[in-house]
């Protein structure tokens, strides 16, 4: 075979080494493999496990394919020693499984940006309001609640459109799906079920139809502030009970259609930042409530440390919940507190806790993050429940405990 000339074989190779450079500009990855232990001083009534171990690969990954498009994804893999993980070889796209899956994906969206328009489609996450600990307008942000205390968000499907300018943002939402939040699994600690009385789960009843919501936000020059609205349905079940023929009782999960309106501000005051959030809650469903969420927290940041404390409210317009699962509005009617610490660009100290206005329950954790070089972080801390058995956070006051956390990042 006759080679290329030498300039042409230069000019090849040149060509091949630009393009390759190029391909590594537009494209981004990162990841991490994280191990978790969580050990509990006490048993529950039911589930006698006082150590969970967890395991988490996370990857994610970044393409700019043209000018103004590109594409974003993230998988998982995890696995468990407490069954909250799925032991099946199953892919998962919807989150619709009531146990973790052990392979799934979450995000994988496409971007594409002109001018003052930004449209995402695909799975991603979608965060709205401004306060810290609870955010009552938050309506498409699912969440990971298989250890109440301690969860993480869901990515959804859906079709986001934004336009922005300097002082507006319009943010418009389509879900063509519902993606419900995961509760506690019955058979764990973080169940909190009655006892003597044997509860079969049946399969969920999801629903059909579209969510779909919009936020217009300004910033002003004396404060920011939005305007929120939500239609589909709540992410958090009620339950239908039934009477079994085995001697117990059968309960299934259904999500009720819900209408949120809402809206947030943040507002500078001197030395303090005010933050509100609130949001009312309607319904054509026979059993589920009407009620208004609201939060006021005040912010600083002095030096090295963040302070953020406020109250959380709740006020039912109408009631008509029979029973369902809702941290939301467990959380309610109660003081918030975060405060952080940066001890140096290796160290960090942060708190956060919930008391109930009552004084039935409280939730406080503190936690202490090292980074060992430059791919390596260790977390030690804890998480202090306690309270009474008719508070949505004093039932948990079996669950306390310590943590160890272990991430190498990638």
Request: with cysteine; charged share 20%.
């Amino acid at each position: 075979m006759r080679r290329a000339p030498a300039p042409l074989r230069s000019r090849l190779y040149w060509f091949l080494l630009l393009a390759v450079s190029a391909g590594a500009q537009h494209f981004t990855q990162r990841g991490f493999f994280e191990t978790s232990l969580f050990g509990y001083p006490q048993t529950a009534p039911n589930d006698s496990g006082q150590a969970v171990a967890e395991g988490l690969l996370r990857y994610e990954a970044s393409y700019k394919l043209l000018p103004g498009l590109r594409f974003a994804g993230a998988i998982e893999a995890q696995t468990d020693t407490h069954h909250q993980t799925d032991r099946g070889l199953r892919f998962n796209w919807f989150d619709r499984t009531a146990a973790r899956p052990p392979l799934a994906v979450r995000r994988m969206s496409a971007i594409w940006s002109r001018g003052k328009v930004t449209v995402e489609a695909g799975k991603q996450l979608i965060r709205w309001g401004k306060a810290d600990v609870l955010n009552p307008t938050d309506r498409f942000a699912p969440r990971d609640y298989l250890n109440v205390v301690d969860n993480d968000f869901l990515g959804i499907t859906a079709a986001r459109v934004t336009y922005g300018t300097q002082s507006n943002t319009l943010d418009l939402i389509f879900a063509p799906r519902l993606t419900p939040s995961r509760i506690p699994l019955m058979n764990q600690r973080w169940a909190n079920l009655p006892t003597g009385i044997p509860i079969y789960e049946m399969p969920a009843d999801f629903p059909g139809g579209p969510q779909y919501g919009a936020r217009w936000n300004h910033i002003g020059s004396l404060a920011e502030y939005s305007l929120s609205f939500y239609n589909g349905f709540d992410h958090l079940p009620l339950f239908r009970w039934q009477l079994d023929s085995r001697g117990g009782l059968d309960a299934q999960r259904f999500y009720p259609q819900m209408r949120m309106y809402g809206g947030d501000a943040a507002v500078p005051l001197g030395p303090v930042n005010l933050k509100g959030e609130a949001a009312y809650f309607t319904s054509s469903n026979p059993q589920a409530d009407e009620y208004v969420l609201w939060v006021m927290q005040l912010e600083r940041i002095a030096g090295e440390w963040t302070f953020a404390a406020g109250y959380a409210g709740q006020a039912t317009t109408e009631h008509r919940e029979q029973f369902g699962f809702s941290p939301t509005r467990g959380f309610a009617r109660s003081i918030v507190m975060h405060a952080g610490y940066t001890i140096d660009v290796n160290r960090s100290v942060t708190f956060e806790g919930i008391v109930r206005q009552n004084g039935k329950g409280a939730w406080l954790k503190a936690e202490y993050t090292q980074a060992l070089g430059p791919h390596w972080r260790i977390t030690v801390g804890g998480a202090l429940v306690r309270g009474d058995n008719d508070d949505f956070i004093g039932q948990y006051h079996c669950n306390s405990h310590g943590i160890l956390r272990l991430r190498y990042s990638f």
